[in-house]
């Protein structure tokens, strides 16, 4: 059973536009979380982390809303650009396993000009 | 500025053969991993390498073995091809080796197909 998910496989977005990008946990465990953005024929890149003892991290567009009691995150872009067109990982972990990673199975983000 | 090399980029095996994926990274991180991905299943982990020496499994290690050659270089290695492991492999780095979750830098991927 997957303990990270990503419900939506794909959002379309027009440019300018917020998006949404949510994820949902089983693991009351999982005390840090980040996003990975992957382009086609590219590895995953990291974008954005927060840790448990936050419920809001902002980097530039990127902001990612941590919500522990109804273990649930979100990243939002805005605005929101062609270029960010990819597919978007959540991922998580325990603090006592060390950097192994559990990744929600992503969500393909489009935005249309 | 490389970060972490895998090869080869592509590969098509027969059921039975065998193969090793290579892997390197520059940054001098301690740990070091096996993902494989496939559609709807996000990223899994096969094999880790928290520091030169050590080799752990992960979520889905049957059916492969690793060596954590030096601190550089860390393989992956098929033994008898199945096409249930028709999949894209990324290896990754990481700095940190254990207690804090952090930062992986991964490779482009190996897409690999088994007929």
């Known amino acids: 059973d997957q303990q990270v998910k990503q419900n939506s496989p794909s959002l379309s977005v027009q440019e300018g536009r917020i998006s949404i990008l949510n994820c949902d946990y089983t693991?009351?465990?999982?005390?840090?979380f980040l996003w990975y953005k992957k382009y086609p024929a590219e590895g995953p890149t990291f974008l954005i982390s927060i840790s448990s003892i936050k419920d809001k991290n902002e980097d530039g567009r990127f902001t990612v809303f941590l919500n522990k009691s109804a273990k649930h995150l979100s990243l939002h872009i805005v605005p929101s650009q062609p270029g960010d067109s990819a597919v978007y990982f959540c991922?998580?972990?325990?603090?006592?396993?060390?950097?192994?990673?559990?990744f929600g199975g992503g969500t393909r983000l489009m935005v249309k000009p | 500025n490389a970060g972490v090399t895998q090869t080869p980029k592509f590969q098509v095996l027969k059921t039975g053969q065998s193969m090793t994926l290579q892997c390197a990274q520059d940054m001098n991180h301690n740990s070091m991993y096996w993902y494989r991905q496939d559609p709807g299943m996000g990223l899994r982990l096969i094999y880790y390498s928290a520091s030169e020496g050590t080799t752990d499994k992960g979520e889905v290690p049957n059916g492969y073995n690793v060596s954590r050659l030096n601190k550089r270089e860390f393989s992956l290695r098929l033994e008898s091809a199945a096409p249930s492991q028709t999949s894209v492999y990324f290896c990754a780095s990481s700095e940190i080796a254990g207690g804090i979750a952090g930062e992986l830098f991964f490779g482009e991927g190996s897409r690999l197909t088994v007929l």
């Open positions: 991922a998580a972990s325990a603090n006592n396993a060390g950097n192994m990673l559990t």
């Open positions: 693991n009351s465990m999982f005390d840090y």
